[in-house]
Nanobody, 127 residues
Framework: QVQLVESGGGLVQAGGSLRLSCAAS????????MGWFRQAPGKEREFVVC????????LYADSVKGRFTISRDNAKNTVYLQMNRLQAEDTADYYC????????????????????WGQGTQVTVSS
């Protein structure tokens, strides 16, 4: 079992940047595909981006493509989400998640494919 802790959220003006981190403990992160999801007030949790175990494959939601970048450092057991050109619509609680499914290059946007979740970090973008 792996424990996930997100950090790096906060308040930022529209057009600004934030970098979220997801630190894992309990098991090596290289065993998991990793994803970021977000949930805005009153809305369902939605997929943002994911990265395969190897780091060689990524998948982005259309709404963040070109603005967000996911990366992973398996040696540090940490996954990052660099968010640039933030918009008010990006305001949400952001969650990282780990998936045991698939091969080393497997990516999935499906919430139900993720086995472990962090507690989330809040991102607020002021317009």
């Amino acid at each position: 079992q792996v424990q996930l802790v997100e950090s790096g959220g906060g308040l930022v003006q529209a057009g600004g940047s934030l970098r979220l981190s997801c630190a894992a403990s309990g098991r090596t992160l290289s065993s998991y595909a990793m994803g970021w999801f977000r949930q805005a007030p009153g809305k369902e949790r939605e997929f943002v981006v994911c990265i395969s175990r190897s780091g060689g494959s990524t998948l982005y939601a259309d709404s963040v493509k070109g603005r967000f970048t996911i990366s992973r450092d398996n040696a540090k057991n940490t996954v990052y989400l660099q968010m640039n050109r933030l918009q008010a619509e990006d305001t949400a609680d952001y969650y990282c998640a780990a998936s045991l499914w698939g091969s080393s290059d497997y990516t999935t946007p499906k919430i139900n494919d993720y086995n472990y979740w962090g507690q989330g970090t809040q991102v607020t973008v002021s317009s």
